[in-house]
């Protein structure tokens, strides 16, 4: 879907064609949020 957009209408996003790269950063953010922080998290709850 996301490509459809970026070929056929990226004036319809809302940050045209640099709305891939916002993308790629926030799925980023969310993997470091949880897989990255996560694990420091429970490594430092262990006895």
């Known amino acids: ?3 459809l ?4 209408t990226p004036d319809l996003l ?3 064609r640099l709305n891939a790269v916002f993308a790629l950063l926030f799925v ?5 949020n949880e897989f990255v922080l996560n694990r420091k998290l429970k ?5």
């Open 5 to 8: 957009e970026f070929i056929l």
């Open 1 to 3: 879907m996301n490509t």
């Open 14 to 16: 809302l940050w045209g």
């Open 43 to 47: 490594l430092q709850t262990l006895p």
């Open 28 to 32: 980023g953010l969310v993997y470091y």
